[in-house]
């Protein structure tokens, strides 16, 4: 059973950081690409950052290239998303996903970001 599980959320100030994480279990964790997306109040998702298993290839989006970066552990079977100067429109709930056999998420964790 895939199990996905963000932390590292809260509530921050415009030009602050944070880190996210993302533990997963019940999946070859080290053979697939991980992602982080997004939903903003009243918006669709977004397609924030993706890597490959390897750790190496990466995808950032525009909206938050410069400033989000995306990585993992494969040891640990962790995928980290680092985000610095946040703005406010980086407020939403931020999940962790894979495309394992039809592809799962997790439930979120969310960021708050203040003007």
């Known amino acids: 059973q895939v199990q996905l599980v963000e932390s590292g959320g809260g509530s921050v100030q415009a030009g602050g950081s944070l880190r996210l994480s993302c533990a997963a279990s019940?999946?070859?964790?080290?053979?697939?690409?991980m992602s982080w997306l997004r939903q903003a109040p009243r918006k669709g998702l977004e397609l924030v950052a993706s890597v490959h298993s390897d750790g190496r290839s990466t995808f950032i989006g525009n909206s938050v290239r410069g400033r989000f970066t995306i990585s993992r552990d494969n040891a640990a079977s962790t995928v980290y998303l680092e985000m610095i100067d946040l703005k406010a429109e980086d407020t939403a709930l931020y999940y962790c996903a894979t495309d394992w056999r039809g592809g799962s998420r997790g439930q979120g964790t969310q960021v708050t970001v203040s003007a």
């Open positions: 019940g999946f070859p964790f080290n053979r697939v690409v």
